[in-house]
């Protein structure tokens, strides 16, 4: 199929983290059951009227901001009608010709080298309820507990030409809006999902083929998987004589393959009108200007300093700077020992190892906390503990929860009296006369050997680096 090349572009619908709706006060989180957080608005009751949450607006804004957005003064809310059980009114909220954001768009490392995908707007609507159907029951029931919840609709250029690219643009996406604070981006909850929208062209032509728009998929695994599938179905679609039908379909994760699911709708379908319950937004310049100011680092930002400032690999500083709280553990760590690199080679190894083989996130919950890990790794620097010794350490702590000067109390720290590892050295040598007269006719790779045994003497608390010039001075005598 190397004569197509895919067209992708993705709209992503990302929950923010207010604490009420978009347009009422009925409260956004967790319900204790279905249709617990709702009210007349969220029902669409006659008579009921929309007030628009202005922390979901600033929270926008901060999106917008952070990907170097246009925030426009005047913007207005549409009515976009279409008729499903979850959807209350028979109408969404949502913006449609003035969207309150334009432009920008998101920096992502693509293959090892950094790619810039545009944006083409980013809008605010409401969510619509969720649809559940019940097989034993043979009956569908409507939870509206979603319904009317912000979002912030981030639509990209159709720039992407690979799911890779796909999927690295997402994953960068999801790291800033996390990051200013704008949703806690749970995927497993719905609160950042994505519609890809998918078509094939013969390569080096201009015009876009017909796409098909990938439903709701909240995993950038399936994400790639799906997009990867569907470009192959085209492809086949057209080199069998057919042709590609513009339709909404849904990714079956079980059968990996793409569902249809309906006809695609057109703009004029869902007959936009400006709603007129609702004022035009108007945004103050210097609201704007004091929400830009309060913006946290962005990830971009904060990894390009840590290469610089710490002298991290790219490698490291991309892992160091996933998460706002992974990237806060490595540089209290840092500062805490005044060794950047030995910092983030435990965090980047031992622990984040032990973590992923848990299934656990750092930002979770680690059973070593930043605190101790910088206690243990001065006990290190300082030639209290070695190297094998303070994996032994890290190992109970991060199971047993013990503390490292604990740790060192009870198993003892490092031999480091060249006195006493002379006199080790020497037993070794007095009871191995045979390897000691191999070593001295040539055999020079026995005195890893010799400190071995030593070290096996000492139970691994000698220090490494003086048992090997000590065996070397002996040896050589």
């Known amino acids: 199929m190397a004569e197509w090349e895919a067209v992708i572009g993705l709209e992503v619908h990302v929950q923010l983290a207010t604490a009420s709706k978009l347009f009422c006060g009925a409260p ?74 334009v432009g920008g768009g998101v920096w992502a490392a693509v293959d090892g080298a950094e790619r810039f995908f545009e944006l083409t707007r980013i809008h605010l609507e409401e969510d619509a309820g969720k649809t559940i159907h019940s097989s034993s029951a043979s009956k569908s029931f409507v939870d509206f507990n979603r319904a009317c919840v912000p979002l912030v609709e981030i639509v990209s250029e159709p720039c992407m030409r690979t799911a890779g690219e796909a999927v690295a643009y997402l994953k960068a996406l999801h790291q800033i809006v996390v ?50 599938y569907e470009v192959h179905r085209q492809c086949n679609v057209i080199e069998s004589g057919g042709a590609v039908v513009q339709e909404t379909r849904l990714w079956d994760e079980a059968g990996g393959r793409t569902r249809s699911m309906r006809s695609k709708e057109h703009a004029h379908d869902y007959r936009y009108f400006p709603d007129p319950d609702l004022m035009v937004l108007e945004v103050p310049r210097r609201w704007v200007e004091e929400i830009f100011e309060a913006l946290p680092e962005l990830p971009r930002d904060r990894r390009q300093r840590f290469e610089r400032e710490y002298a991290l690999t790219p490698y490291d500083a991309e892992v160091l700077t996933q998460t706002v709280y992974r990237a806060d553990y490595f540089e209290s760590v840092a500062a805490a020992t005044d060794d950047a690199k030995l910092a983030a080679n435990w965090i980047t190894g031992e622990l984040l190892a032990a973590l992923n083989k848990d299934g656990v996130e750092l930002d979770a919950g680690s059973p070593v906390s930043p605190e101790a890990l910088a206690e243990m ?75 071995g045994q030593v070290m096996k003497a000492t139970r691994g608390k000698a220090n490494p680096q003086s048992v090997n010039a000590i065996a070397r001075r002996l040896l050589d005598a």
């Open 28 to 101: 956004v989180g967790d319900a204790t059951g279905p249709n617990q957080n709702v009210d007349p608005v969220t029902l669409g009751m006659p008579g009921v009227l929309p007030v628009l949450n202005r922390e979901a607006v600033e929270l926008a804004i901060r999106v917008g901001l952070a990907l170097g957005c246009d925030i426009a003064e005047h913007s207005r809310f549409a009515r976009k009608h279409y008729f499903y059980p979850d959807l209350p009114k028979g109408y969404q909220i949502s913006q449609y010709d003035q969207p309150l954001i």
């Open 377 to 451: 790794l001065r006990l290190l620097i300082g030639g209290v503990i070695s190297g094998k010794m303070a994996k032994q350490c890290f190992a109970a702590m991060y199971a047993q929860g013990v503390g490292p000067s604990a740790w060192v109390e009870e198993h003892g720290g490092q031999i480091t009296d060249e006195g006493a590892i002379e006199q080790e050295v020497q037993r070794v040598l007095d009871a191995n006369p045979g390897q000691v007269s191999a070593y001295r006719a040539g055999k020079v790779k026995l005195l890893g050997f010799f400190v």
């Open 179 to 228: 990051a200013v604070g704008a949703s806690d981006g749970n995927l497993e909850k719905g609160n950042f999902r994505c519609d890809a929208n998918v078509s094939v062209r013969e390569r080096g032509a201009t015009q876009l083929g017909t796409r098909t728009e990938i439903k709701n998929v909240n995993s950038f695994r399936f994400v790639g998987r799906a997009i990867d």
